[in-house]
């Protein structure tokens, strides 16, 4: 969601920044600029509504060219998305500004600044903040001096960097509830909301936290505390190389991200158990911690909070150990009353989702008595704040819809839930069968792939739709509610998620000969219920999916189609069943012509409020 790269270097930036642009995509976006300062101290801008491809070719017919610029993908918030609103925003053709989050005050900063002869030229909250910066400017201050004093009218969150043409080789940045990270070079600094956008210049990066304010140029840099005090950050050196994501004979990242599953499960699997299974994969001081555990709260958005879900199943049955799980941005604003002895677990694919980041930041001190988080990225927000870690080893993940981030995370609750268990409700033989379920994990999941062409003849039947229910029994119900968004991410198909339980109190009215029933149907104790609840589907012209165990006893016949799912442990069939729906997902969006990487109106990943 938004993406920043910012430049201050000897050499010319304009490709840097169009690069650090690209590598930024997937995040989601709605359009991109750009604006340099030429040798001339003259401001340079191009901005365009769309994908950085349409800000490429601006770049191509009229060339800017200049060592000191910043850049943007917007992900509009307020106002539509157009060229106008696209960032940067400038002010008296002499600063220009980039901006991620939301500033809350924005209304009134607006009056403020029209009454003082300023003009809005887009719906933006950003362009109360390039107005406020030049005021400060006109002045007489320096650019630094402008945005300390600006920061000091701002409401909400953010991510700056702005540059002057009468600094014309400097760039200030701030954050505050948005991330930045600045990429040291020699002889050049530069600036990003993610240190991919920066991976091609350098591979030293210093990640500023909440308050700091930078000032670089290609010789000098400074990063200052929120209380105004210069302040050592330090260097974090990457010595990986870096990613090259490529599609190869794939048509869309999605479906490729999908087919990696089982390499991202089994070196997931290597970095959590390898040679012995033990707490140190979740870090220095997890077997303090977890000796210590009575009770789990476990806080995540989206997709990550249909982990959590299942995690819940598998924490209560498997370990003993009782299990909250809440949506992030709802916990973080309501009155809680914790258990002693409480695990608080943050869930996030990017490590920087804003909603769940603020959920840890509000807990009290004394709240929880440790912190722990599940996240894909390294030296993400989440991952710097939490006293343990584990990181998945899903590798880049480009499409929105999240694929094998998920099954990776629910693979390292897994693990959480083993290493709990032994403590209190596992011995260590249903230990020792967890594991060894655990490494043919990779092997279910490939088999489920291999269902793959059942599949795409299966989807067929959701073209015409508008509308499909999900259901689902036990563990298998969070299932059914990720089968449901995945649905509806990328096919735009309303599709909903009811425990089949439920069925009768209300879900059942929809039920039609429009309206497809997906059912997740293992063979498990709840089978011959679900299969009532099935039945109850059917009688009332309902079309049924089943998605069934090999030998749960279910065949095709007329309105009921069946797809035979592996014969695996009860444990991993969360996973193995969500590998399924996944492909479903990804069939009907592609025969339906949507946008299946880059879904409308969503973004990778989720840094505002």
Not at 84 to 100: E, T, Y
Not at 547 to 576: T, Y
Request: with cysteine; net charge negative.
């Amino acid at each position: 969601m938004c993406g920043i790269v910012a430049a201050a270097a000897r050499r010319e930036v304009s490709e840097i920044l169009l690069e650090g642009l690209r590598r930024l995509e997937y995040r989601g976006y709605d359009s991109a600029g750009m604006a340099l300062i030429d040798n001339e101290q003259n401001l340079q801008l191009h901005k365009r509504q769309g994908k950085v491809a349409e800000l490429e070719k601006a770049q191509a017919l009229q060339p800017y060219f200049g060592c000191t610029g910043v850049a943007h993908t917007r992900w509009a918030t307020h106002g539509e998305p157009s060229g106008a609103n696209a960032h940067p925003h400038i002010s008296g053709q002499r600063v220009a500004l980039v901006h991620n989050g939301i500033i809350e005050n924005h209304e009134s900063l607006r009056r403020e600044l029209s009454e003082q002869g300023y003009a809005f030229s887009s719906g933006t909250d950003t362009e109360v903040i390039v107005h406020l910066l030049h005021r400060q400017l006109a002045d007489g201050h320096t650019l630094l001096q402008a945005m300390r004093a600006t920061l000091l009218r701002l409401e909400g969150a953010y991510a700056l960097a702005a540059v002057d043409v009468e600094h014309p080789d400097e760039v200030v940045a701030a954050r505050q509830g948005s991330p930045l990270v600045i990429g040291v070079g020699i002889g050049e600094n530069f600036l990003a909301s993610d240190q991919m956008a920066l991976r091609q210049v350098t591979d030293r990066f210093i990640y500023l936290e909440e308050g700091d304010l930078v000032k670089m140029s290609p010789a000098t840099l400074q990063v200052y505390a929120a209380d105004g005090s210069p302040v050592e950050r330090a260097i974090t050196s990457i010595d990986e190389a870096v990613e090259v994501v490529e599609l190869g004979h794939f048509d869309h990242y999605m479906i490729k991200e999908i087919y990696e599953q089982p390499r991202a499960l089994a070196a997931t699997l290597k970095s959590g158990i390898g040679e012995s299974f033990s707490d140190a994969c979740f870090g220095a001081g997890a077997a303090a911690v977890f000796d210590r555990v009575q009770h789990v709260q476990i806080v995540a958005c989206g997709t990550s909070y249909h982990a959590g879900l299942v995690a819940r199943y598998w924490l209560e049955e498997l370990a003993g150990v009782s299990c909250q799980v809440e949506v992030a941005s709802e916990f973080r604003y309501r009155k809680r009353v914790q258990h002693e002895g409480t695990l608080l677990v943050a869930i996030s694919q990017s490590g920087e989702t804003a909603d769940t980041l603020a959920a840890l930041r509000n807990a009290a001190p004394d709240e929880f008595l440790g912190s722990l988080v599940i996240s894909n990225v390294d030296n993400s927000s989440l991952v710097r704040e939490c006293d343990l870690v584990f990181l998945t080893r899903a590798g880049a993940e480009i499409g929105v819809a999240s694929t094998k981030a998920f099954t990776t995370q629910l693979l390292a609750l897994l693990m959480l839930t083993a290493l709990l268990g032994r403590r209190r409700a596992m011995s260590e033989e249903q230990l020792q069968g967890v594991v060894e379920a655990l490494h043919q994990l990779p092997e279910y999941v490939q088999q489920a792939l291999e269902l793959d062409p059942a599949i795409q003849k299966l989807s067929e039947a959701f073209i015409p739709k508008r509308h499909a229910l999900f259901l689902g029994r036990g563990i298998q119900y969070p299932v059914a509610m990720e089968g449901a968004l995945k649905l509806k991410e990328i096919s735009y198909i309303h599709a909903e998620a009811y425990p089949a339980g439920e069925l009768k109190h209300g879900p059942l009215a929809l039920v039609d000969d429009d309206m497809p029933v997906v059912a997740v149907a293992p063979n498990d104790e709840l089978l011959e219920k679900l299969k009532s609840n099935l039945e109850e589907v059917r009688s009332r012209g309902g079309e049924l999916f089943v998605f069934a165990d090999r030998a749960a006893g279910f065949v095709n016949e007329p309105r009921v189609r069946v797809l035979s799912m592996p014969h695996c442990p009860e444990i991993l069939k969360p996973i193995v069943y969500t590998v399924a729906l996944q492909l479903l997902s990804y069939h009907v969006a592609v025969q339906k012509g949507t946008d299946v990487d880059k879904p409308r109106n969503l973004a990778k990943s989720v840094t505002v409020e």
